[in-house]
């Protein structure tokens, strides 16, 4: 077999699935038979609907799917790291080795200007071969499946991120304003963490319900005038450490003023503005904002290993499923907004 599907993002809310060559890796490169690919908020807004991202953040019409995870096939010249059979995830970000950023395993941060994003500058996982630096690899460890690996590319290490910049012990309350995909993840990653409390808080009534569902929270509450007080009830004075995963401004400032003092508010969603005041909502309640974008190459692969350790399975997170023949109808889903967590699995 010399051709594959691959599946391209033209910019006006289609996909389109072509044939093309099966790729060979090059030094240092990897070829892997693609099991699972997620779909991220990221695709949506910057490239399905229309290419809008510039400079670090350009479209560069590649194949998409920045959340890879598959099998090791063949190992191009001078890798030394995997073997055919490997079973593993890509960090999403393929970083020059060499700036300060990318010294600290922070590939996402890198300044060189050969920085390329899979599914964005570089050819991403909805295929069925996927070629991807050996540096860019976490081995999977067994327990957890590809379905878990993809997510684990994106979103839920960047919920982990959040978690371990704000500290999260056995001792805190933990609240997550926006529960999308990335917020369930925070609330798994928190309660793995073993937080005493969990408490998700999100606009849509259906979000809240599925958190409840998977057991993910101690308190749901849907946002409205009363939500800051009904957390302030329930956690004596605020929660110890909050995290925003909504980007939405609204959602910023409640996660803020809904910190307890001395806690920790971890900043992740993107986009969006927040406006607060200082004084009252920071200096004289003694709280930290925290910003976190992504996560490191190393943090990622603790990532896995501590969700095989605490039995926590992101796949359970997962609504929808879709072959990558049917990529059309799982990019229009994910952009109708009426889905959780959506992938493109091509497992045997």
Same mark, same amino acid.
């Given at each position: 077999?010399?051709?594959?599907?691959?599946?391209?993002?033209?910019?006006?809310?289609?996909?389109?699935?072509?044939?093309?060559?099966?790729?060979?890796?090059?030094?240092?490169?990897?070829?892997?038979?693609?099991?699972?690919?997620?779909?991220?908020?990221?695709?949506?807004?910057?490239?399905?609907?229309?290419?809008?991202?510039?400079?670090?953040?350009?479209?560069?019409?590649?194949?998409?799917?920045?959340?890879?995870?598959?099998?090791?096939?063949?190992?191009?010249?001078?890798?030394?790291?995997?073997?055919?059979?490997?079973?593993?995830?890509?960090?999403?970000?393929?970083?020059?080795?060499?700036?300060?950023?990318?010294?600290?395993?922070?590939?996402?941060?890198?300044?060189?200007?050969?920085?390329?994003?899979?599914?964005?500058?570089?050819?991403?996982?909805?295929?069925?071969?996927?070629?991807?630096?050996?540096?860019?690899?976490?081995?999977?460890?067994?327990?957890?499946?590809?379905?878990?690996?993809?997510?684990?590319?994106?979103?839920?290490?960047?919920?982990?991120?959040?978690?371990?910049?704000?500290?999260?012990?056995?001792?805190?309350?933990?609240?997550?304003?926006?529960?999308?995909?990335?917020?369930?993840?925070?609330?798994?990653?928190?309660?793995?963490?073993?937080?005493?409390?969990?408490?998700?808080?999100?606009?849509?009534?259906?979000?809240?319900?599925?958190?409840?569902?998977?057991?993910?929270? %101690?308190?749901?509450?849907?946002?409205?005038?009363?939500?800051?007080?009904?957390?302030?009830?329930? %956690?004596?004075?605020?929660?110890?450490?909050?995290?925003?995963?909504?980007?939405?401004?609204?959602?910023?400032?409640?996660?803020?003023?809904?910190?307890?003092?001395?806690?920790?508010?971890?900043?992740?969603?993107?986009?969006?503005?927040?406006?607060?005041?200082?004084?009252?909502?920071?200096?004289?309640?003694?709280?930290?904002?925290?910003?976190?974008?992504?996560?490191?190459?190393?943090?990622?692969?603790?990532?896995?290993?501590?969700?095989?350790?605490?039995?926590?399975?992101?796949?359970?997170?997962?609504?929808?499923?879709?072959?990558?023949?049917?990529?059309?109808?799982?990019?229009?889903?994910?952009?109708?907004?009426?889905?959780?967590?959506?992938?493109?699995?091509?497992?045997?």
């Amino acid at each position: 077999m010399t051709k594959m599907i691959a599946a391209f993002l033209p910019g006006d809310d289609r996909v389109d699935l072509r044939e093309i060559n099966i790729p060979e890796p090059g030094i240092g490169q990897v070829r892997l038979r693609m099991k699972a690919s997620g779909l991220c908020g990221s695709d949506i807004h910057y490239i399905y609907h229309k290419h809008i991202g510039e400079g670090g953040a350009k479209y560069l019409g590649v194949i998409a799917g920045h959340e890879p995870s598959g099998q090791v096939e063949t190992l191009g010249p001078g890798c030394r790291h995997f073997k055919p059979g490997d079973r593993v995830a890509v960090y999403h970000i393929s970083g020059c080795g060499f700036c300060r950023s990318c010294r600290k395993g922070y590939q996402i941060s890198c300044t060189d200007p050969l920085r390329a994003a899979y599914g964005w500058q570089r050819d991403g996982g909805h295929a069925e071969y996927l070629i991807a630096d050996e540096k860019d690899l976490v081995k999977l460890p067994d327990s957890l499946t590809y379905e878990d690996g993809c997510f684990i590319s994106c979103g839920v290490g960047t919920a982990y991120e959040g978690i371990l910049r704000g500290e999260v012990s056995g001792s805190d309350s933990v609240m997550v304003v926006g529960l999308g995909p990335v917020g369930l993840a925070a609330l798994m990653l928190a309660q793995g963490r073993g937080a005493k409390m969990t408490i998700g808080v999100d606009t849509q009534q259906e979000r809240v319900d599925v958190a409840r569902r998977l057991g993910l929270v %101690t308190h749901g509450f849907l946002a409205n005038t009363e939500t800051l007080s009904a957390v302030r009830e329930v %956690t004596r004075g605020g929660a110890n450490v909050t995290l925003d995963c909504s980007g939405n401004p609204r959602g910023r400032l409640l996660a803020l003023q809904g910190t307890h003092s001395w806690g920790r508010c971890v900043y992740i969603g993107e986009t969006g503005e927040v406006t607060f005041k200082v004084s009252d909502d920071l200096m004289h309640q003694q709280r930290r904002i925290i910003g976190s974008w992504v996560t490191s190459l190393h943090n990622m692969d603790q990532c896995a290993e501590d969700l095989a350790d605490w039995k926590r399975y992101p796949r359970d997170i997962i609504t929808d499923r879709f072959s990558l023949v049917e990529a059309p109808a799982a990019y229009a889903l994910a952009a109708s907004g009426r889905a959780g967590k959506v992938i493109i699995r091509l497992e045997d």
